[in-house]
Nanobody
Framework: QVQLRESGGGTVQAGGSLRLSCAASGNTNPNFCMAWFRQTPGREREWVATTLISEVTGINVALRDSVKGRFTVSHDNAKNTLYLQMSSLRAEDTAMYYC????????????????WGQGTQVTVSS
């Protein structure tokens, strides 16, 4: 079981930036998936970004269409930490953001997630 802890959330004005961090521990597989999800009250948990971390191909990323050009996902192997750099934030980005990990085959769906972080709240004021 991988343990995850998110940090970096807060309240920011529309157009501002935040960087979320997810520190991971206990992952023994060199090939795995990490992802960011977000959730607002009354809605299902929504995929935001995926990192596929492979000893062969390195790190490959995918982003939700609505955040492309504004968000960047990255992974620091030395620190075993996943990041989500968020810029040009909009009110609709307001949500609880969750870090997740799963098998290399993919973790862009909650159905394939093995471990969740506790979440960090991002609030964007208009």
């Amino acid at each position: 079981q991988v343990q995850l802890r998110e940090s970096g959330g807060g309240t920011v004005q529309a157009g501002g930036s935040l960087r979320l961090s997810c520190a991971a521990s206990g992952n023994t597989n060199p090939n795995f998936c990490m992802a960011w999800f977000r959730q607002t009250p009354g809605r299902e948990r929504e995929w935001v970004a995926t990192t596929l971390i492979s000893e062969v191909t390195g790190i490959n990323v995918a982003l939700r269409d609505s955040v492309k050009g504004r968000f960047t996902v990255s992974h620091d192997n030395a620190k075993n930490t996943l990041y989500l750099q968020m810029s040009s934030l909009r009110a609709e980005d307001t949500a609880m953001y969750y870090c997740a990990t799963g098998p290399y085959g993919g973790c862009a769906s909650p159905d394939f997630v093995d471990s969740w972080g506790q979440g960090t709240q991002v609030t964007v004021s208009s």
